[in-house]
């Protein structure tokens, strides 16, 4: 039993030393810690708004001190919140010093709804309903009833009508915006909507220099328009009544449109339009709501750069295509020079042609010519030593038949043919007597002539 007991102090005590944190929707119910009602707290319950001001007894000895607290046996509870309940309530015993439990907050939790401006609004009323009420979003204490089910005198009070079982709104306007609360018998909330309504917006990006057409609001007549230049707060009026005001009814600051602002079917034209026609244009109808908003943004006209010059870039690539060539050619004479001797090193020999000997004619022992004897392959030949870069001379002497004959016969003699295709070296002994060689199958282009080769 002690031990209960014990329990029960502490949780009390540790409820009461701690501060609660609670978030409610409008219309809805809070309640309260245990530790706060009945039976355990017999103290003062006080509650102190959000907003400021003084605090409010609520509960005390475990009795309501406030219309929308309901004390039970074993629960404590606050009704119907609304947002004037937000705040802080605190505890105090036998009207001492108070104490903070529990922060509440009111949240709207309403189903919001943005028409624009002149459009219609329909809801369904909920069965169970006997009550719509209307709160203006910026005056919330001016709660007005606008249909009660068990008051006909009450049903279609205000803008709006009640046909089939539902609430119709026809041309809305900034008036309307608001919540809209359905509520039942014991006035518990069963609905709750935001309706917001917002004007129509327009946006218009020119470059400075062009023209543009500020369309009007739709189906509205008359209106009223002003300018809000970009960066400022004053607001310039143009049109008044629908109709475009002379340069005596217009603002000092309106002259910046003097001869470019003209009025057409549709809207306002501005010709030529300047940077500082930057701004907002706002049109409101007879009753000062707003209908209609157009951004103008003008942009400086654009740079024309100028074209990339074609002739240097030309220029350029022909010069990179001659420094190209120029450096292949460089490279490709290096290499030639450089391999020429290589392949001068490296080429064959072309074989020597056999060696003829001629003796003299005076000597007895032998007759005028003598055949050349065999060359050995294998020996190196020395003659080529010897053979002189010369201009090509031929003997036109004839040939005679090699020894061991049947005698001399007339060798044929050379034609031109032979001078002109006949290319190849041959030998020309020094003498008077000293015949060609057999053959003019020669290797070389060249005659040597020489004394040395007179054995006699």
Sequence with gaps: MLLFYATVVSVLLGGLSSLQFESKCFGSSLTFPF???????????????STGGPSHLMMDNMKAQHPRMKVERTSLSFIQLTEKDEGMFSTSHDYGAKQDALKLRIMECADEV????????SKEVPREA?????????????????WNRSDPQ?????????????????????????????RGK????????????KAWKRHYN????????IENPPNIHPWTGAFRPELEMENQTLMRGGRLLTEEESDSHSVSFAGRLQAVSGGMRISRVEITDSGTFAFRDRDGYLVLTADLRVNPAPTISPPFPTLPLVGLIAGILFALIFCCCCVR?????????????????????????????????????????????TAPYLMNSLVS?????????????????????????????????????????????????LSSRSTFSDVYTSDKLNFL
């Design 35 to 49: 530790y706060l009602g009945p039976p355990l707290f017999y103290g003062q319950l006080y509650f102190t708004p």
């Design 154 to 182: 009450a049903i279609n009070r205000g803008r709006g009508q009640i046909n089939r079982n539902f609430y119709n709104i026809r041309n809305l306007n900034q008036a309307d915006t608001g919540f809209y609360n359905f």
């Design 114 to 121: 943005m028409p624009n401006y002149g459009d219609n609004f």
């Design 206 to 213: 020119r470059e400075v220099n062009e023209e543009v057409l």
């Design 333 to 377: 004479k290096c290499c030639c020079k450089t391999s020429s001797p290589k392949r001068d090193e490296f080429a064959p020999q072309a074989a020597a042609p056999p060696a003829v000997y001629l003796h003299d004619t005076n000597q007895p022992d032998c007759p005028s010519y003598c055949a050349a004897p065999a060359v050995d392959p």
């Design 389 to 437: 870069r010369e201009s090509t001379t031929i003997s036109l002497e004839p040939l005679v038949a090699p020894p061991g004959g049947q005698g001399v016969d007339a060798a044929p003699s050379l034609g031109r043919d032979f001078l002109s295709s006949d290319t190849e070296p041959t030998f020309q002994l020094k003498g008077p007597h000293y015949a060609p060689p």
């Design 130 to 146: 006997e009550i719509l009420e209307f709160t203006p979003l910026q005056g919330g204490d001016q709660l007005k009833v606008l």
């Design 186 to 197: 014991d006035n518990t909330l069963i609905s709750r909507i935001k309706l917001e309504v």
